[in-house]
């Protein structure tokens, strides 16, 4: 009954605008359009519900397929049968490097990737690629990716999340966001729980543009190195005169996703902030949102400010601005400044 059900949707395939399967091999390979084609189809979305090692491929009898949006789970880029051309949106559970550079050179107008993991191991370099359109890269790496990142040239990349990085050398981010010259303006990593620790500051250098920064599971380290040279440069108003101080000019919000090792050095966070008096000409790095999502436990919460500084995180927050220090309760955020400046100083 399916299969007679499938060869009347071929028959109408000329107006098919998205497919979107979550189906096995035997159903997938029935799907393959009717005499007209598929000149319409716009979105294509497959879900392989088979073991990995059986044969799963999309083909259409008629011509090819030239869909704008690309969303693939359990299938290889070599079986999917498309003209990836006008291909903008694409996401992959997996590929591999250098299917990933074929899908660069195929699809000229690609603006948005997703890549859930994408396989390095063993890749040698060759020439190098340019994306020019691509804006907007999220990737899951596995081992080095430095053969990978050597190749690529990605001048219009906007927003970059990195995740699954097992040694976070960030100098070779560096050296891509550098000889890509890209207007990069949010950048997110996420190091593996047992990964190296929290080492961005070259990368942060080349990023001048950069708005926003997110990090999950730095080192404590790491977050008080990059703290402090955000407090020492927090002043911008003559960086024009000293190339050497100028450090994320533009950042606006900054977040912290879990913290590992000893505590952040909270004592640093107030002067992240402009003071509460200043001269009218000063001009301040316009950070405007701050936040730290914590895991740790619900008894060790009571010891982890100085109230001092407890004191001045509040009178940050009521001058609005955006600072959150969380910790995750029962599926939920508790506000730690809150908790703690009732629990010592009453509502």
């Known amino acids: 009954m399916l299969s007679s059900l499938v060869e009347m949707l071929n028959d109408q395939s000329e107006r098919w605008k998205t497919l979107d399967l979550h189906v096995t091999a035997n159903f997938l390979s029935l ?124 001048p219009s990349l906007v927003n970059f999340e990195v995740r699954n990085f097992i040694s976070f050398q960030s100098d070779r981010l560096a050296h891509l966001v550098s000889r890509s010259n890209c207007p990069l303006r949010r950048f997110s990593l996420t190091s593996q729980a047992d990964g190296a620790g929290l080492d961005a500051i070259p990368l942060l250098r080349v990023t001048p543009l950069l708005e926003e920064l997110v990090f999950s599971y730095a080192d404590s380290h790491g977050v008080h190195e990059l703290l402090d040279i955000l407090s020492r440069t927090k002043l911008v108003s003559h960086l024009s005169q000293d190339p050497n101080t100028i450090f994320l000019p533009h950042l606006e919000s900054l977040s912290f996703i879990g913290v590992r090792g000893d505590p952040p050095p909270w004592h640093l966070v107030p002067s992240l902030f402009p003071p509460t008096w200043h001269p009218a000409d000063a001009q301040y790095r316009p950070l405007r949102m701050l936040e730290f999502r914590l895991f740790i436990d619900e008894l060790e919460v009571i010891d982890y400010f100085d109230k001092g500084v407890l004191l001045q995180l509040r009178e940050i927050q009521r001058r609005d601005f955006d600072l959150r220090i969380c910790n995750k309760e029962d599926n939920a955020d508790a506000d730690i400044i809150r908790i703690l400046y009732e629990l010592h100083f009453g509502s």
Do not use: H
Not at 53 to 67: A, C, D, K, M, T
Not at 104 to 126: K, M, T
């Open 31 to 154: 799907f393959k359009g009717g005499a007209s084609g598929v000149p319409s189809l716009e979105r294509l979305r497959i879900r392989f519900l088979s073991l990995r090692n059986e044969i799963n491929e999309f083909r259409v009898s008629f011509g090819l397929p030239s869909p704008q949006i690309v969303n693939i789970y359990g299938i290889s880029f070599s079986s999917i049968g498309i003209d990836w051309r006008d291909v903008t949106r694409v996401k992959f559970d997996t590929l591999n490097a250098i299917e990933c550079l074929v899908l660069f050179r195929q699809a000229p107008q690609l603006v948005n990737l997703c890549i859930g993991f994408l396989e390095c191991e063993g890749f040698d370099s060759g020439e190098v690629v340019t994306a020019s359109n691509l804006a907007s890269w999220e990737v899951g790496f596995s081992d080095d990716p430095d053969a990978m990142l050597n190749q690529l040239v990605l």
